[in-house]
Structures are given as structure tokens and as C-alpha cells.
């Protein structure tokens, strides 16, 4: 059974202050690991789809990278507006369907 | 373009009831996935249609239902409601194995 691990459960920072958020799975071929951003009351956000082990991707002050165990996001002097549940997904390699299995997320708080 | 669009966005049911969510999805996508997420978790997986047919369940009752129609749209059906089918229903809809899956705001079920 796919599993996914999001480590930590929650992380205050102060603006400005890099940090990694991190996410191990497991999961029989991998087709893609998706990071999301989730606001209070609202859907997720999708942000980025990694396939394949080395690859990093990039959106403003987010990085992601993938190992064939585990994925970071990489936030570089966040803002108060990045405050945010990040929510990390993967896709195994069985194309007959798209069931997403997700971690529960990091709640990310950024004090000014 | 629109995106992923849901109703109603929040509805109050009594225990026994039956609910239907609708969930249209972003113009050409094909494929249409239902999650359920608990305050505090991860999303978790229903169902997932494409080209109107069921290709994947995960595992809830068979109270929960779903089909799609010939537009693509989606319903979900949960009958006999029980207090703890309460939290957010998301819809996510993609294009045929491509690897961006795009969620909505979702439908807020409170069961009392």
C-alpha cells in the first residue's frame, strides 16, 4: 500500500527564515509526487509534479526535489502570505487510475 | 479559464439524509476524482471516472456513489448519512495521463 509521511506536523518561522519541509513514501513505481498548498476552508492548490529522482522544480521562493525516497520543499525567506498547509501526494505508475494518497500535510505559519 | 467548480459550497444534513455534490470540471479534462478530507488530515481518495466510467474506488462504504456525465461533470451520492461523514468533499479533475490534477474549493458537509 502507497504511504506518505510529511515531517513536521507543523513548523513557525520568522519571516525571512529558510526551512525545508520534508516528505518520505512509499510506493510501488512512481509516477509523479505533487506538492500542494491548502489555505483554511479552501481546496488544495497544486504547485509542482516531480517524476523522477534528481529532478528539482522551482515556483518563487518554493523549490522542490525528489530522492526515490523522500521529497523537500525548500522555502528561501518566506513571507506571512506563504502561511499555508503544504500538502505532499504521490501517483504510482499503474496508469489505470489517478488515486492521489497524501500525507497530512506541514502546517506552515510565518510570523512577520 | 474557469476551474474546478463545485456545489453547493457548504450544506447542513441530519443523520439518515442523503447528499448529492456536483463538481464540474476545468473545460477538456476528462477525468473526474472524488477525496474526502477530514479536519486535520490528508485527503483521501473515493472514486475516480473518467470517459463516464468508474476506474478506481478506495475504500468506503457503498453508501458513497458516484457517476459521470456526458459533459464530463460528476456527482457524488453518500446515503444513510452518518455524524461522520462530515468534512470536505473535494473534487479534481485532469487530462487523460497527464500529471497535473487540479483540485477545487470543495463542498463543506456537516452532518448533525
Known amino acids: 500500500e502507497d504511504q506518505v509521511t510529511q515531517s513536521p506536523e507543523a513548523l513557525r518561522l520568522q519571516e525571512g527564515e529558510s526551512s525545508s519541509l520534508n516528505c518520505s513514501y512509499t510506493?510501488?513505481?512512481?509516477?509523479?509526487l505533487f506538492w500542494y498548498r491548502q489555505d483554511p476552508g479552501k481546496g488544495p492548490e497544486f504547485l509542482f509534479t516531480l517524476y523522477s529522482a534528481g529532478e528539482e522544480k522551482e515556483k518563487e521562493r518554493l523549490k522542490a526535489t525528489l530522492t526515490k525516497k523522500e521529497s523537500f520543499l525548500h522555502i528561501t525567506a518566506p513571507k506571512p502570505e506563504d502561511s499555508a498547509t503544504y500538502l505532499c501526494?504521490?501517483?504510482?505508475?499503474?496508469?489505470?487510475?489517478?488515486?492521489?494518497?497524501f500525507g497530512t500535510g506541514t502546517r506552515l505559519t510565518i510570523i512577520p | 479559464d474557469a476551474g474546478v467548480t463545485q456545489s453547493p459550497t457548504h450544506l447542513i444534513k441530519t443523520r439518515g439524509q442523503h447528499v448529492t455534490l456536483r463538481c464540474s470540471p476545468i473545460s477538456g479534462h476528462k477525468s473526474v476524482s472524488w477525496y474526502q478530507q477530514v479536519l486535520g488530515q490528508g485527503p483521501q481518495f473515493i472514486f475516480q471516472y473518467y470517459e463516464k466510467e468508474e476506474r478506481g474506488r478506495g475504500n468506503f462504504p457503498d453508501r458513497f456513489s458516484a457517476r459521470q456525465f456526458p459533459n464530463y461533470s460528476s456527482e457524488l451520492n453518500v446515503n444513510a448519512l452518518l455524524l461522520g461523514d462530515s468534512a470536505l468533499y473535494l473534487c479534481?479533475?485532469?487530462?487523460?495521463?497527464?500529471?497535473?490534477?487540479?483540485f477545487g474549493e470543495g463542498s463543506w458537509l456537516t452532518v448533525v
Open positions: 479534481a479533475s485532469s487530462l487523460a495521463r497527464e500529471n497535473t490534477i487540479y
Open positions: 501526494a504521490v501517483l504510482p505508475a499503474n496508469f489505470g487510475n489517478e488515486k492521489l494518497t
Open positions: 510506493v510501488s513505481g512512481l509516477r509523479g
